[in-house]
């Protein structure tokens, strides 16, 4: 990519350097007339006037013919005409070119057209004072609608026919035409008076140093190379160009000049070219008024480069931005430049902005802008579309921003046919701070990069909804890389988020779609929420994702405004692998991370995370992955968890209709984790102002209240409505808080204030503060110090009209001694409770009561639930300390795990298994564990687990299975101090406990009390290695013993254990030591260690059968094998002889060799009855059998004999005998 983009910008650079810059010196001659239209003759000068009279006249138009027309830079051309000309057309016909270093000037209102087929030079000095447009061109003529012309290089000799009409055309010849310069320094400038056009059209245009101004008109440049006819439209003095396609087209340069149409309105800027260098060049089009600014259009039909330099088309009044774009049919090219359509403080909408390239579009540096600050319009929309490549980078910004209240931002497109890169910390930015939306963030090519600290961002922070962010691509989203910022580094992110006081529906939404997604280098894909509006959701749709190096997918809520948190979805149709962590993190980078995404909890693992963090009160978002094989490995976790109020989000893998095919979850501090964390949450206190409702009561029965929880009450506003009025409102005060009360800018003009205690008895009163004016005589309690109430608690606050006072049924309770000194209980039924009110009040108005130090306390709200995970898959493998955990360690409930396999799950290793448990210190409830395989293996320290270590009931574990396998595995849902919960396993074939594995329920220790949950296993069959010490408990230490019920057909190598057994076994009374792990047997108890009477049932049902009845002993032989076998040597010491009983079909020649295929299994049958005829058999006589020898005797005669055995002889039985092999014979040779 690096390469193929080196060779773009060289071949830029080529083109670049082949335009020329001329320096020609202007030396102008004289002006003189070629005798055409009338005299021959030389101007005389230096103020060279041209007078009508020189020309023809044909209606409105003044025609006038030159042989030479060139001033110095101390000379003027002054056209002269009646009141009815309207334009003056010139031609200059000597085929020179004409050098202008001094002024022009007509009359007012007229236009004025320069055309000079050999080319125009405008020196440092040159001016215009053109009271309507002016055109200059190297046209060989201009095209008038009756077929006529004004030619400068055809018929010469001749008088020309002239036409009344406007010129509707520029004809231009086969012959190269020549170029328009403008060789300036410093202030050079040509400049049209407001309203009007300035119209260059060459031949090759070269624009250096130079200022062209039309405020509130037109500028046009256009670069012509061949043979066509150019169209004019001129309407009074809106003169205007239009190019046909056909045509060939010359370069257009500027190198450090202006081109500037800015006033109350304008109407645009065009550049025509075949290339077009701006090089620290500026393009202005502004708006400082009620009149639209005008648009820029850039068209070439080669490339398009600026290099430093500057578009813009900016409102500063309430009309709207100008729309700017940029076309090439080669490409486009930004070093260090940008454009913009904003409005900063005008009242229209931004412009848009539109590069369109058929090759490819680089930004390097520079960026484009589309805001809008603080006016009420819009943002515009900003687009590139590229044949070829789109390249943005080295610290490139794309801003499309409405930040006040009533505006929205534009859209961004990129599009591109090859690929789009953006990369080394540059930023793509859509954001509202207003009523309106976020504009939509949309790339569409083959491939998508976004490199080295880059960013895309959408971001709502007021009503309105925030930006999509949408990525398609037909290859591959690669997001990566890191750029040093500072002492850290910062990561790649795409980023749509609403925040601060954002009360919009909801923030915008990441969506991509391509075939191979890459997510590494701590890159983040980021739609949280920090406002009331919900965040937004993740979607990743691809034929493979890949997220690795510490990289993430955050969708998380923050803050009390209660958004809730978006959903990440990933939907992939080969292969989803998330894996390993951020080499680069470490403590500083995590405050930079928290900075940057909304003080999210960065964690160095890869992985996707959906969070509710510290304070927060909306839930969690839910994540859901479907793919054919999943795997998550080296560190790599998938998380949903609330740390404030909210419930956590749900975790989906696969789905019913879709199960994964294969699941993977490989290494420590790896897994899927749903986990609540808070206890409780407190809010910050609110400020605010009580009104009175209705009428507050007068007594304390009837007294309106003053809220106290989640509010800090600054003010109570009501008003006195009758003669005889008076309120009173129930307060708290601290006894360490001081407290003080005033009526503040009070319309009620004499105002009283009264204090009593919870049981109506008065503290303090106060008739007018010592700080009342002369005419307001307001209330202050009290004036000068405020009080500390002597006890915390309820008190009663009334307000009252001069002269009202309270009374007891004593009489009154106060007595004023001075109108401005507080007065104690010191009436005549101070020690009395408040009964009443006397006194003829004489105002009715409104007041409002400033207080301080009434107590306010914190919400608080209780922690949120975990959430739930759900898998649908045909095998599923947690292995080498992978987990899938949902947890509490608050006051929220555990979320449950659900796993629906079609084939199996194994889980494999220390640590490694599936969890819902409640940590120490937790009241929430643990969640439950729901597994459904065909067969389940749980191995080498591997578990499943429902544990609660808190105060909260643990969960209850349901499998069902096929066959369930556990080697040094374990199934528990063990509690410390609650009751324990309950395990289920329903097994259509096979419980095999193998190597110390365990299923326990067990409940409590030595320091806290608990009692255990039951067991209830349903199988076939129970296979348990008697000395392996596999156990099934339902223990509690000092609760009661749960129950463990078994039907099984059949139970083999497991014991049940009463307590009194374990006592005598294990030789012990201690609760302590009162434990079956500590026999080397495989057992089943559900006991009280401490209380024999707090005992649980071990239950077993299996089929009342006793397997050994009707079983019959058969014989170790079935034959004997001595009267079939010869047991003499083979011939020469060959292989003994054998024999073999294969019983009946189907079984292996050996019992140790697997059956073969080929053997048969036949069934027993019945033969029916028929007609059989019975033959007899015939005996035959056997023949005598000859005999081996196997020994020799001495007969009667003292002779040796040899005999097959030797009578009543024990020689055949003797070791010698025995120890013999026909192996000890050595063969003949």
């Known amino acids: 990519m690096a390469k193929n983009w080196l060779v773009l910008v060289s071949r830029v650079l080529a083109i670049a350097i082949a335009f020329i810059y001329p320096s020609t010196k202007v030396c102008a001659q004289n002006i003189t007339l070629d005798g055409s239209l009338g005299t021959r003759e030389t101007l005389t000068g230096p103020n060279y006037t041209i007078p009508q009279s020189a020309g023809q006249t044909v209606g409105n138009n003044l025609f006038h013919s030159f042989g030479k027309f060139n001033l110095n830079s101390n000379e003027a051309a002054i056209f002269q005409n009646a009141d009815n000309i309207r334009n003056i057309l010139s031609r200059v016909t000597s085929g020179s070119q004409s050098l202008i270093d001094g002024l022009i000037r007509t009359q007012s209102g007229v236009n004025l057209f320069l055309i000079n087929p050999s080319g125009i030079i405008f020196g440092k000095n040159a001016r215009l004072d053109v009271g309507g447009s002016f055109v200059a061109s190297t046209a060989n003529s201009l095209k008038f609608p009756d077929n006529l012309e004004f030619s400068a290089t055809n018929n010469l000799q001749q008088p020309p026919l002239l036409s009344i009409n406007v010129p509707i055309g520029l004809q231009y010849g086969k012959q190269q035409p020549g170029e328009i310069t403008l060789q300036g320094q410093g202030n050079s400038e040509l400049r049209v008076t407001p309203g009007n056009s300035l119209i260059l059209a060459g031949g090759k245009i070269n624009v250096n140093q130079f200022k062209l101004f039309a405020p509130g008109g037109k500028i046009e440049l256009a670069g012509i190379a061949g043979d066509g006819i150019v169209d004019l439209q001129v309407n009074s003095n809106d003169v205007d160009l239009s190019l046909p396609q056909k045509i060939g087209q010359a370069d257009v340069t500027l190198k450090n000049s202006t081109l500037d149409i800015t006033a109350d309105s304008g109407r645009g800027i065009k550049i025509n070219a075949r290339n077009l260098d701006l090089s620290n060049s500026n393009i202005s089009s502004q708006t400082q008024g009620k009149g639209d600014a005008g648009s820029v259009l850039l068209q070439t039909v080669g490339s398009i480069f600026l290099r430093n ?50 090759g490819s579009i680089a930004f390097v540096g520079g960026g484009i802008f589309s805001d809008v600050a603080y006016g009420r319009g819009s943002g515009g929309s900003i687009s590139l579309v590229a044949g070829d490549s789109i390249l943005v980078t080295q610290g490139v910004t794309f801003d499309s921003e409405a930040i ?27 954001t509202t701070g207003g009523k309106g939306d976020a504009g939509r963030i949309n790339l569409q090519a083959r491939s998508f990069s976004l490199l080295n600290g880059s960013e895309l961002v959408s971001t709502t922070s007021n009503e309105g909804k925030g930006g999509d962010i949408e990525i398609n691509t037909t290859d591959a989203v690669n997001i990566s890389g890191l750029y040093p910022d500072g002492s850290l580094l910062k990561y790649s992110s795409i ?24 997510l590494s280098d701590a890159a983040v894909l980021n739609a949280g929420t920090s406002s009331s509006a919900r965040g937004g959701d993740i979607t990743i749709n691809s034929r493979t994702v890949e997220i690795t190096g510490g990289a993430k997918l955050l969708t998380s809520t923050f803050g009390f405004n209660g958004g809730n948190a978006g959903n990440i979805t990933i939907n992939a149709s080969e292969k989803i692998a998330i894996l390993g962590s951020d080499r680069n993190y470490f403590p500083q980078q995590q405050a930079r991370q928290s900075y940057l995404y909304f003080n999210d909890q960065i964690s160095p693992a890869s992985g996707l995370f959906s969070n509710t963090t510290p304070g927060s009160n909306g839930n969690g978002g839910r994540i859901s992955l479907q793919t054919p094989t999943l795997l998550l490995a080296n560190g790599a976790t998938v998380v949903t968890s609330t740390i404030g109020s909210g419930k956590a989000g749900d975790i989906y893998l696969g789905s019913p209709d879709e199960p994964i095919k294969q699941i993977t979850i490989s290494g420590a501090n790896t897994g899927f984790f749903a986990n609540t964390q808070a206890s409780s949450i407190t809010l910050p206190l609110k400020f605010i102002t009580v009104n009175e409702i209705g009428e507050a009561g007068q007594l304390p029965s009837t007294a309106q209240k003053i809220p106290t929880i989640g509010t800090f009450v600054e003010k109570i506003s009501g008003s006195l409505d009758s003669s005889n009025d008076v309120d009173l409102y129930q307060i708290e005060l601290e006894g360490n808080q001081t407290f003080s009360a005033e009526t503040f800018v009070s319309n009620v003009r004499d105002t009283r204030l009264f ?39 309820t008190y009663y606050l009334a307000i009252t009209q001069y002269p009202i006072t309270a009374v007891s049924n004593g009489g ?171 395990i289920t396993l329903n097994l259509q074939d096979l419980l095999l406990l193998r190597n110390g594995s365990k299923i326990s329920t067990t409940a409590g220790n030595n320091q806290f009390a608990g009692n255990s949950g039951n067991i209830n296993i349903n199988s076939k069959f129970i296979v348990a290695v008697p000395n392996e010490n596999s156990d099934i408990s339902a223990n509690a230490f000092t609760g009661t013993g749960g129950k463990v019920t078994i039907n099984a057909t059949g139970i083999y190598g497991i ?155 024990t020689f055949n039985n003797s070791s010698l005998l025995s120890n013999l092999s026909c192996n000890a014979f050595p063969s003949s040779q």
């Not at 006081?501 to 923030?507: E, H, N, P, S, V």
């Not at 004036?783 to 006890?791: A, D, G, I, V």
């Open 309 to 358: 330099s500057s578009i813009s088309s900016v409102t500063y009044g309430q009309g709207n931005s100008g729309n700017i774009s940029l076309t090439a049919k080669g490409a486009i090219f930004f070093d260090t430049s940008s454009i913009s359509t904003s409005t900063p403080s005008g009242l229209g909408d931004a412009g848009k902005i539109s590069l369109q390239a058929n």
């Open 404 to 430: 006040s209240d009533r505006s929205g931002a534009g859209n961004i497109l990129f599009q591109a046919g090859n690929s789009v890169v953006i990369s080394d910390n540059s930023r793509i930015y859509s």
């Open 495 to 518: 980023r749509s988020n609403a925040i601060a006081d954002a009360t919009a529906k909801k923030a915008g939404d990441i969506k991509i779609t391509t075939q191979t997604f890459q």
């Open 755 to 793: 204090l009593f205690d919870s049981n109506g008895i008065g503290v303090y009163a106060n008739d007018d503060t010592i700080f009342s004016s002369f005419d307001s005589y307001q209330s202050s309690l009290p004036p000068k110090h405020p009080l500390t109430p002597k006890n915390p608690g």
């Open 812 to 982: 009154e309770v106060f007595s004023f001694l001075t109108p401005t000194e507080i007065s104690g209980a010191t009436g005549k039924g101070g020690s009395l409770p408040l009964s009443g009110w006397i006194g003829d009040g004489f105002e009715q108005d409104k007041y409002t009561i400033l207080l301080r130090g009434l107590t306010a306390r914190p919400q608080i709200l209780p922690g949120g639930d975990g959430g739930n995970i759900t898998v649908h898959a045909a095998s599923l493998i947690v292995k080498d300390s992978a987990q899938l955990t949902t947890s509490t360690s608050g006051n929220g409930k555990a979320g449950n795990i659900t796993i629906n396999a079609v084939d199996s799950i194994n889980l494999l290793g220390s640590s490694s298994g599936v969890y819902a448990n409640t940590t120490p210190g937790s009241s929430g409830n643990g969640g439950n564990i729901i597994i459904d395989p065909k067969n389940m293996i749980i191995r080498d320290g591997a578990k499943i687990a429902v544990d609660s270590q808190g105060e909260g009931i643990g969960g209850n574990i349901e499998l069902a299975a096929g066959i369930l396998t556990l080697n040094n595995g374990t199934i528990s849902a063990e509690t410390r101090s609650s009751t324990g919960g309950n």
């Open 1055 to 1209: 014991t049940p254990r009463s307590r009194e057994e374990l006592v005598k076994l294990l030789g012990t009374n201690k609760p302590q030591d009162l434990d079956p792990a500590k026999l080397f047997t495989s057992d089943i108890t559900a006991i009280s260690q401490t209380s024999p009477i707090l005992n649980g049932d071990v239950i077993l049902n299996t089929p009342d059968l006793d397997p050994t009845r009707g079983l019959t002993v058969l014989p170790t032989n079935l034959v004997d094998v001595s009267k079939q076998i010869a047991q003499g040597c083979t011939p020469k010491g060959k292989i003994a002889s054998h024999f073999t009983s294969t019983g009946r079909g189907g079984l292996p020649l050996n019992p140790d060799e697997p059956l073969r295929g080929r053997a048969v299994m036949t069934n027993w049958v019945t033969l029916g009855e028929g007609n059989q005829q019975i033959r007899e058999i015939t005996n035959k006589s056997t023949p005598e059998t000859i005999i081996e020898a196997q020994s020799w005797v001495i007969n009667s005669d003292g002779k040796v004999e040899l005999v097959a055995y030797v009578p009543g002889s």
